[in-house]
């Protein structure tokens, strides 16, 4: 019991034994689910791997933005209260680009009836959403469309060209969710959408 247990934690928290909250939404306790396919897309160039990476980073771009408030006070007499600002918002954006992009993975995890998607970063994980396929209604490589959606959803890498569109209905609202799954995932994605699209005609 105890393996299967650890072999559930890598897994995802959809199927996980010990994370039943989202599981119980919508399945009842009875009912078997059937993993069909799990996969998480990780950035191509990961320069931080690990909270600590992340935080010695920002650490190393605050010292780096005052060093050159300082310098540019010295040598230009330009004025902290102008230079500050701006080195800070620099500090910001390149903290959530870092954040976004080079430390952030995506769980996608497919069973027999839903889409469950998660966000992964080190030891923590978030469940962005998950998604009954019957409620998918098109899926379909990017485009800009998804613009004139209720809500929006990206739980994507980039490059743009490689994600796939995921347009659905969640809480009632028309969605677009991009993914960054692999061509197989997609596959598999579609074929079990057909699936249960003819099963409730």
């Not at 680009?97 to 080190?122: M, N, P, Q, S």
């Not at 019957?134 to 994507?156: F, H």
């Not at 796939?164 to 028309?174: I, M, P, R, W, Y």
Request: hydrophobic share 45%; with cysteine; aromatic share 8%.
């Amino acid at each position: 019991m105890q393996r299967i247990r650890m072999l559930s934690l890598k897994c995802s928290s959809l199927i996980d034994v010990l994370k039943f909250a989202t599981y119980n939404i919508h399945m009842d306790e009875n009912t078997v689910v059937n993993l069909v396919a799990i996969e998480t897309a990780t950035p191509k160039w990961r320069i931080a791997r690990s909270a600590g990476a992340v935080y010695i980073m920002l650490i190393a771009l605050m010292i780096a933005c005052i060093s050159i408030g300082n310098l540019l006070y010295e040598s230009f007499q330009i004025s902290r209260h102008i230079t500050q600002p701006i080195l800070y918002a620099l500090i910001a954006i390149s903290g959530v680009y870092l954040y976004r992009k080079h430390y952030i993975c995506y769980r996608y995890t497919l069973t027999d009836e839903l889409l469950a998607i998660e966000e992964v970063g080190g030891k923590a994980e978030k469940t962005i959403a998950v998604i009954e396929l019957v409620d998918i209604r098109a899926i379909s490589a990017y485009e800009s469309r998804m613009k004139t959606s209720d809500r929006i959803i990206r739980a994507s890498l980039p490059p743009r060209s490689a994600q796939t569109l995921v347009e659905a209905s969640l809480d009632g609202k028309n969605i677009s969710l991009t993914i960054s799954a692999s061509e197989e995932f997609v596959n598999k994605l579609t074929a079990q959408w057909n699936d249960c699209a003819e099963s409730i005609q």
